[in-house]
């Protein structure tokens, strides 16, 4: 009885939805009706492999009235394909927060080795609020109001005020009833659900840069249910919110300088410098020359804080340089070299802001890759069948930061001190960072966040370059769980590490755990291989 009682009692949902469960007597309690649901799976759609099914629950908005007012959450799966061999459920989050993650199951099962897939169902859900499952909105917003802010300025500050301010009203006054129920905690106990109507005891778990954060979260609050769970791109959960979107400012800093060495060694190639303070010059010179007279750059007019608005470019010194040189060209009105847009054939800035506005690109928020908005997620899918609309994902994005924690500071002042303050130490990125945010004008959260105090055996896995989650972010989710172990991939790039690329070193260690259960005696630090030189014959990277 006792033991009932402190699962209970650790488990959040349960003893929150129904405080007297968590005595003597629980056990007489009857299960909520949200735990009892079976899933009416069928084909997802004609043109989608006939494997892979969906189905749509039910959970309460309000996890404290359940029998209240409901919200649909869409989920989907595909099943093993060797019953012999499976273990249960694999749930997947592709990172976020505004990112869908009902296609998942496709992705994951074209990816992962077989041996391993064969011993999880595979399964994936849109998080509350988001795409199939009860969308938000916050009504018609500007293409401003679906960015994340934009550089500080001492004489534009009010208008940066007024901008927070708006959206903060707008998603109130169009989604105000469901809104303060968005939030990481809820999307866990929806977790849970999930678990439940899938039959099984346990639920293991594959999470990508915001989906660290949400894996993290289930653990400390349904630690029994808790099987094999991998944590990739690392959030910290000591800095939710603001402090998340601040390491982008201290993270570039050092891919920045990095960058440097890179373009200056390869100054026959560039042409940026032949020392890394040389590249540093030819880029800080490019910055304020368009803040004096805006670069036209194809066919985007460019100001200084356009080309600083892209920190993450500098996590791929190849790509920086061929861009920097680029816009260099532009400036001088040359001819373009070859290959002179970013990769993917954009410059910065053509689908960011421009020179009098804030946009998309301004500020990625968590869990999307460079110049991009809410809704895409650290392996980049922002197209296709997991597109997200730009309303419903901005609406879902502060949602969740804003509402999962009440550490936002309320007076706009602090943002402009704090910005004024990062402009100096982090100069590439660091007023973006700290700028204000609609959060300034939000309501209070109605729980606390999460305290990482209850043991975790999961494991963590982090690229040494990662553009959105830094470095120091991973290892600081690492640090709060304790009992993880952490892969690290030593030379490794981008925003998302397993299964990212075929030979990232880190697969190894994710398959063995994926597929055994055991995690590395300790941590482990992997090289991985070099990137393969520019087809183009732009420079060897």
Known sequence: ?????????????????????????????????????????????????????????????????PEGRTLDLAISRMKSENPAKRRGVLLLNPGGPGTSGLYRPIRTHAEMPKDVRDRYDLVGFDPRGLGESSPISCGDLSEAEVGAGGAYRPETFASDVSWARGIADKCREKSGDVIPYITTRNTARDMDVIRAALGERTVSYLGYSYGTYLGAVYSQMFPARTDRFVLDSGVDPGRVWRGMIQASGTGAEPAFERWTRWAAERSDTYGLGATPEAVSATFWALVARADRDPVIHYGEKMTGDDIRADPWLFFDPHAASVVVKSIRASADKAPQPPGGTAPGGTAPGASGKGADRKGPGAQPPLGGVRAAGPGVDARGASEGPDAIPAGNATAVYWAVVCGDTDSWPRDPEQY?????????????????????????????????????KTRADVLTVQNEWDPMTPLDT????????????????????????????????????????????????????????????????????
């Open 416 to 452: 402009a001190r704090d910005a004024a303050r990062d402009k100096v130490k982090h100069p590439l990125y660091g007023d973006f960072a700290s700028n204000i945010k609609p959060c300034a004008f939000w309501q209070r959260p109605l729980e606390p966040a999460t305290p990482m």
């Open 474 to 541: 991973g290892q600081g989710l690492h640090r709060a769980l304790k009992g993880s172990r952490m892969v690290l991939a030593l030379g490794g790039e981008g925003h998302g590490v397993y299964l990212s690329n075929p030979t990232a070193c880190a697969n190894t260690p994710v398959n063995a755990y994926l597929s055994t259960g055991r995690l590395p005696a300790k941590d482990v630090t992997c090289h991985n291989p070099p990137p393969t030189p520019d087809p183009e014959g732009a420079g060897a990277r």
């Open 1 to 65: 009885m006792k033991r009932l009682a402190r699962l209970l009692a650790t488990s959040g949902l349960l003893a929150a939805a129904l405080p007297g469960l968590a005595t003597a007597s629980a056990s007489a309690a009857p299960t909520p009706a949200y735990l009892r649901q079976t899933p009416a799976w069928h084909r997802c759609s004609p043109d989608r492999p006939a494997a892979y099914e969906c189905a749509t629950l039910k959970v309460p908005l309000d996890y404290q009235r």
